[in-house]
């Protein structure tokens, strides 16, 4: 009977893991820097980290007003070569109607917010730290089960 029990919840709990790994849709953005089966490999074994991703390309930046770019002391932000995974040409444009941060290449610090120049545009693009990004992750995901 102790067994009969045990495998009928382990069941229960491959379902449900199963319907919310095919409930985590993976945002298009995604594929500017993952590969189609990396990304279908993430989604099957750690919904979770689709599910933190798709946040990323929305929440984890601002963009700011910049006075006088052409003398800041900021890193320009350049493309990312999917490929290579390598820094490419310097982003040049901003256009915020198709901005997509996984374009790009940058680094997260884990304690302090990290800022990239667009080009002359006279705009920054400046990423929350690692600590605050996961604090905010935490307090979206709290109020989106809140909601369920």
């Not at 099957?44 to 052409?70: L, Q, T």
């Not at 002359?120 to 935490?138: A, D, I, P, Q």
């Amino acid at each position: 009977m102790f067994m009969k029990k045990n495998i009928l919840l382990l069941s229960l709990i491959l379902m449900v893991m199963g319907a919310y790994s095919q409930s985590v849709t993976i945002d298009s953005r995604l594929y500017a820097k993952y590969a189609e089966e990396d990304l279908l490999r993430i989604q099957s074994n750690n919904p979770a980290d689709i599910e933190y991703m798709n946040w990323f390309v929305e929440n984890a930046f601002v963009v700011k007003e910049i006075r006088n770019p052409e003398t800041s002391a900021f890193p320009k932000l350049r493309y990312m070569d999917k490929e290579t995974k390598m820094a490419g040409s310097e982003v040049a444009a901003y256009n915020p109607e198709t901005f997509n941060v996984m374009e790009y290449d940058f680094e997260i610090d884990p304690k302090s917010s990290s800022a990239y120049l667009i080009g002359n545009t006279g705009k920054l693009l400046v990423f929350y730290s690692g600590e605050t990004l996961t604090k905010l992750f935490n307090e979206y995901r709290r109020t989106q089960h809140e909601n369920e």
